[in-house]
């Protein structure tokens, strides 16, 4: 009835010893990579009275904690809280949203303070990290979560673990190439975050297809509360948005300019988003999936353009257009993608991520080639930019073209990496479940009887109403 | 039966072409206003490092960004998850409760930017803006997200939009008069915020009296759930009341002091509350509505006067005097209002933040008017209120007289505005909802068949079980 | 039926007038000691000016504010939301977990402002209050949200307001002994808040032993929506608790450090939760009581020796082996404890902040013992473990010796606080409930009927309908 009860579940989901095994075994790994190489950083060592002199630092509040940690949190927040909830949108998959999510976050921060800290906090043997590592590990986190969105419900924890180990990996060389081969600014991570990370979670999504996924359909949907629970997720996004994309931009000017385009980026998109969700709609409703997602894609698409001097007006632009093209993806694109290409996307992650991901490469592509000295200032714009050492010659136009190029290097690697990794991921192996028990916790979880099922027990006399 | 299927609407509710219409040409506006008039503060603009400068700083870390932003976000959750969750109590009303505040929210700030930046912010023919407009926009709409609480559930998305316009605009102009004509303090905005937005919401739902209302009262209420939703609401408006009274207070010890006085204000307020919810109901048992509510009224009730020297005895005081009135307020004064005035107030404003902010202006005219150099010390003196250029000769009680003349400015500005949006909005265009349909999420929204309600058709073989 | 009608109560539960006496003899209290004794302190009041010029400072930034106040925000989240959510779990308790939580703490930290504030920030007579006083206000009230944990559910709010005066008074003692005469470094509080907060609750809870507890077994456990909302409270009391190790550590370096040291103990301790979980349930399905505590053992068992050299890696372990420790508790302690020893442990706070707790204390005094200048400087040796004065002369092992008898004097002053104020709160005069109606609302709240219940009335025509 109503909700299947998985007696003839055909595959093996038992978690019982794959599951503690591979969590056990890569925190043990994990305990001894950072053994070897993780130290912390100048500004969080005892050492740093002497650090402080050193650099003729009057104040402890010239430590980098100060200017990045209230930023950090908000990130953390929209990790943890924000990515977990907005997916409790489905009925019956609440704990396996929040609960995944934690897991692999957990997880892949981890990993991704190794990987990222070889390729950019290495020195003499040894990783020194410090807040602004915790930012940036949480940053390749997001990438993954983006991914989760995709295949949400269909896969198996270990499926997510090995997922995380990879995706990481992936991120942090993209991310390296674009950084620091390609000389690309990207501080609010709009290709190596939301790009990349889409498109991966998209191709390992394609990869893992599965035809007879309608008989999970009546769990598909959300219920009233789950709707609610998830506009926490959401709204915890929206908000502290400002400081996702600020996070790590330099000290000063750019931190302070990042918050204000993304906050107007935002509150535009809200608005376009309402529009077309309404207008989109027979009756001129407004849909719940609309105003949980759509409104955040003003957040994507200003994210490799933030720091730089887009301005208020610039942000209000093309917050309103990811909007609308946000909403008519989730109205039109979405089934196609599905009933065409087989690309079944739980959450939507092309609306929110991809394709907002994609002209947030390309504003931050035009807002750099159109930079003058002009509007920076003479070191303003060097600044900005980094044009020293041997990108001093560097002109925007260049620049300009350097950062198309990291648009697509970012997609190959997404579509490369996602291939790859959804091939593995396909092995049957992991757990996962059948296409009938998709999207319902009660595959990996112990689910509480709730008061709605007493009362369905209560009036079917055949069925025993203890839990 | 239960939930009334909206079949019998006399009145056409259908937002297809309005809601779309709106937002969008709205968007637009603020497209173009902000492309003439809205540029980077010098503390977001590249130039920065020039500003530096010539302003003698030595260090990124004096940029105001770094002595607001935390409060800003602080702040931004207030009005995001505080006030939208906080109206999610209504049973039937979530969506509209989160979903329309954050319409009118994100409406709300850019145009509030644009008008506080008008005033106050304008040089050479632009609106420079920093994190202290950030934070100033949200503060406007607080005063908007206040109105909506009394007329919560029996107004269109177009209706608030129209209101939100009309109100940014009122509440710029009193903000104006009273913080530069009169040279009012008042950084938690207890006259400027809260009695304004109250009394303007207060206004607005009596000219909009349905007294047809009895028909919806069955939605009215509150279930087991949407109570919990709404003290998600509750806890962030109070843990970060210290952050909304102190957000632009003067750097240094002001901002320390507002969140001390403001702290000591709202934890003396729960325990009244408490008592008195106690006290009031028959059996003795406390009352959520007391709670979600009450226990707010000591942040507003000191919002005037937590920057100046209040002292944490006399926040207490305010505090507990505050949460008395406002749990009497719900039990007595709001009943009184409904039969009596015709004041249908859904979320009971009138306890919240009407009363509390009149104790507040009044509060706040007390202290400026005892305030002496021997307790500020000749230069807090000074700084604390001001004291300089043509103030330079105002004496404390002459202060008082200014401040309690900002209480009667904010009421007039309230009433002839709420009485005028009040009138635009009876205009029978705006497509509001049927009495019966009041409190009804499914007026405006696709709402998901929820679980209690496939229960509820199961045993109902006369009606369909699909979706 | 289903849900017990307590119409057979056999105790006296009417708070009507016992609970506005004690609320507002206590906040009148607070109000006479308030006036008597707490002022500003230097950083928050109004000659803030003078102080400035006398302590040679340059800037407003250097108040401690812009040191402490986002850390405290993120505490105050973990005291409120954090600690009051992580409670709902149970599926007619949430108004009490929440509610009572908010009471409890709203008195005990103004209770605690003043005790700490006698042993601390006294001088001339009176208290100095800053923002690290509001920091160590909501640690102090932590513990005591702590000791609720295990009483949820069966106590009256008076008793949680006796309890509270007593146990802020006993918390404020012996973190006096352990701070200052035994020079003990616990800037988390893994003994002052963890160990001492959990051992006094555990201690009230088998004074308060009810043989009869059975009665209400089946209100004993969660529905599906009240997991989601306690995993609200688990993410905050997660994403934040670096602030809260980190929040009263000295400024710089060791602020840093703290943060560090507690986000990678605490990514650690998800994946051994996790593993342990699934491990020792016959299906290898997860537990969501896991899930929402021993996640958080973590950040518990750095208490103390986050702010010291740990090392990330260090940190790992900890976090390893407390969330192992943690799981392994749920599954075989806590019924041992409550079969065997009578130890009736709603939240399982033995296993969350009991175990943990002493881990954080032994890992403390370890690290401290193995500390050498070579790892901390010659400067950074002195200042973290503030060996000047009459502490010049201290070794690392002796501090480490210190450390341990923190210890042992934290579990002596919980054992016999918590059998005093155990013994007091046994008490016939309290209005607790009656075993069949423990763990239920209804007591103490006027609940709306919900609509689930609404459905069930429906189908039994003998029972009327309406609310």
Chains 1, 2, 3 share one sequence.
Not at 87 to 92: I, Q
Not at 337 to 360: F, K, Y
């Amino acid at each position: 009835m109503e909700r299947p009860r998985h007696q003839g579940m055909a595959k093996n989901t038992c978690m019982r010893w794959r599951l503690p095994l591979v969590c056990l075994l890569w925190e043990a790994a994990m305990i001894v990579l950072f053994g070897v190489f993780v130290r912390f950083g100048a500004e969080a060592d005892a050492h740093w009275e002497e650090e402080k002199r050193e650099m003729n630092l009057t104040s402890d509040i010239e430590n980098d904690f100060y200017f990045r940690y209230p930023s950090f949190q908000d990130v953390h927040v929209m990790i943890f809280v924000g990515f977990g909830f907005l997916m409790t949108f489905l009925k019956r998959y609440g704990f396996g949203a929040v609960g995944f999510n934690f897991l692999l976050a957990a997880f892949g921060i981890q990993w991704a303070l190794l990987m990222q800290g070889w390729f950019h906090s290495f020195k003499n043997g040894k990783i020194l990290i410090g807040v602004e590592n915790l930012i940036n590990a949480d940053f390749c986190v997001g990438s993954v979560c983006i991914a989760f969105g995709a295949i949400l419900g269909k896969t198996s924890p270990i499926q997510l673990l090995v997922m995380t180990l990879f995706q990481v990996t992936l991120f942090s060389v993209n991310e390296y190439i674009l950084l620091n081969l390609l000389h690309v600014k990207d501080a609010g991570g709009s290709m190596t975050i939301h790009t990349f990370g889409a498109y991966f979670g998209l191709t390992v999504t394609r990869v893992l297809y599965r035809p007879n996924l309608e008989q999970s359909k009546d769990k598909q949907g959300s219920v009233y509360h789950s709707d609610l629970f998830a506009m926490i997720g959401t709204l915890y996004l929206w908000m502290y948005w400002p400081s996702f994309n600020s996070a790590i931009s330099d000290h000063g000017d750019a931190q302070h300019r990042s918050a204000i385009n993304t906050y107007c980026s935002l509150a535009a998109c809200v608005l376009t988003t309402m529009a077309f969700s309404s207008m989109l709609q027979k009756k001129g409703k407004l849909d719940m999936v609309h105003i949980q997602n759509a409104t955040l894609a003003g957040g994507v698409a200003v994210g490799t353009s933030a720091e730089m001097m887009l301005t208020p007006y610039g942000s209000l632009i093309v917050g309103s257009i990811s909007g609308i093209v946000s909403t008519v993806g989730y109205v039109y694109f979405t089934p196609f993608l599905e009933s065409r290409l087989h690309i079944q996307d739980t959450c939507g992650i092309h609306n929110l991520h991809a394709m907002p991901g994609l002209i947030g490469g390309i504003v931050g592509a035009i807002t750099a080639a159109a930079a003058t000295e002009d509007v920076y200032g003479k070191e303003g714009f060097i600044k900005a930019f980094d044009f020293t050492g041997e990108y001093q010659t560097r002109t925007p136009s260049i620049q300009g073209g350097f950062q198309a190029a990291g648009i697509v290097v970012s997609l190959l690697m997404a579509f490369a990496g996602g291939a790859i990794v959804g091939g593995i991921l396909k092995l049957p192996i992991w757990g996962d479940a059948a296409a009938e028990n998709c999207f319902e916790d009660d595959v990996y979880w112990e689910v509480p009887e709730d008061e709605e099922s007493d009362a369905y027990h209560m009036h079917n006399p055949d069925k025993p109403a203890s839990p």
